[in-house]
């Protein structure tokens, strides 16, 4: 196993809707920008709201995104083949 995980305080769970962004800020640190979809309070339409920004390595990033891929590989396969077809 790898480092202990300890979590002094609850940490809450942000949904997200997708990744809006990712900018280099330098010294090998990346900002990553999520947002969530919602019903808009002035017109009804859908509007991306802003949820969470996180700063990450670049290493630490690229580890993440194969961990992500190894977790969801196969369940979601068909799903995003077809976004990116549809784009």
Do not use: W
């Not at 280099?24 to 949820?51: H, M, N, P, W, Y």
Request: net charge negative.
């Amino acid at each position: 196993m790898g480092r202990a995980l300890v979590e002094p305080a609850i940490v809450p769970d942000i949904f997200c809707s997708g990744l809006h962004d990712v900018e280099d800020l330098g010294d090998g640190l990346f900002r990553f920008t999520f947002f969530a979809k919602q019903r808009s309070l002035i017109d009804q339409g859908e509007e991306s709201v802003v949820v969470a920004r996180i700063v990450m390595s670049g290493p630490a990033a690229y580890a993440g995104s194969a961990l992500s891929m190894k977790a969801i590989s196969g369940k979601f396969r068909n799903i995003v083949v077809g976004m990116m077809v549809a784009h």
